[in-house]
């Protein structure tokens, strides 16, 4: 491992470890209004949401590493305490890109990247139309964080009004990874689409007391079969398979096959990794304890 003194190095190179290893970032697409009623949007990838009551959104507007200047955004909510924080999925990315160019002060990014400028309900900056949910906020607090180039300024929104287009809702009303089809920032010029193959669903509930990585028989600990992520599921699950369940799997014309094999516990701890990778926990567990009966 290199280690390294965040002191010792440039700042834009700290910046894209930074950037590089705090991966994949939401975007917020903030939309402000300057003190002379000039729309602005631009995109910000040090964004998150902090609370659900109050629902709370912080994003940050850094110092240009370059010259240390800050940007309109961050002048603009100085000026009057609101923001629209807009989300970006796939379709509007290239033009989200646009709306990043440093035009000057006076120039609409609305107008530079062709996106529809429409009104909100309570604060007076505008939204994206072409964006699926618009959050309107009120800036509560802006918290510089230094004075020189790639310094941050977190300004804490509070969510004031949601707008939600419900095509990408699923039938029970739930916001569908597929249907939003959000990007995420990556360093560099890396970014990520959060649909398709990149989604995965991993149900853990919090309130199921799980036996532990430390309860796993020693044989499923260390076996070369079977990853971090394999023993993780098995670790989840809130008791070992009863001896019971084991010696009826154990008459299955299958399992008698592997029995069989030169290496058993390998070729059980493989048939458990298929069924693992299908979320069958219960019968993958039976498949990996059989190994201590043998």
């Known amino acids: 491992m290199r280690s390294i003194d965040p002191t010792s190095i440039p700042t834009p190179e700290l910046h894209q470890i ?53 940007k309109d955004t961050l002048s603009n909510v100085e000026a009057n305490k609101e923001v629209v924080i807009n989300v970006v999925p796939y379709s509007l990315v290239r033009q989200m890109a646009v709306a990043s160019i440093q035009y000057p002060t006076e120039v609409s990014e609305f107008e530079k990247s062709g996106l529809t400028a429409v009104a909100s309900e309570v604060v007076k900056p505008l939204r994206i139309k072409e964006s699926p949910v618009q959050f309107e906020c009120k800036v509560n607090k802006i918290l510089p964080l230094g004075d020189e180039g790639g310094a941050g300024h977190l300004i804490i929104c509070e969510v004031v009004r949601i707008h939600l287009n419900e095509d990408i809702l699923d039938e029970s009303g739930k916001i569908n990874p597929h249907k939003i089809d959000l990007m995420g920032r990556l360093g560099r010029a890396f970014y990520v689409r959060a649909s398709g193959e990149a989604v995965h669903k991993i149900y853990q509930p919090v309130t199921r007391i799980g036996i532990g990585y430390d309860q796993l028989p020693e044989s499923i600990r260390n076996s070369t079969i079977f990853t971090g992520n394999n023993l993780g599921q098995l670790a989840s699950l809130p008791h070992p398979p009863s001896s019971e369940s084991i010696q009826t799997l154990k008459q299955q014309n299958d399992i008698q096959k592997i029995l069989q094999e030169e290496a058993p516990i390998h070729a059980l701890h493989r048939y458990a990794q298929t069924e693992l990778a299908k979320e069958n926990l219960e019968l993958a567990a039976q498949i990996a304890w059989l190994g201590e009966f043998l």
Do not use: K, Q
């Open 18 to 70: 930074l950037v590089g290893a705090v991966a994949p970032r939401p975007i917020a697409f903030a939309s402000t209004l300057s003190a002379d009623g000039v729309p602005n949007i631009a995109p910000y990838s040090f964004f998150n949401v902090f609370s659900s009551n109050p629902p709370t959104m912080v994003f940050s507007s850094n110092r240009r590493v370059s010259d240390g200047t800050t």
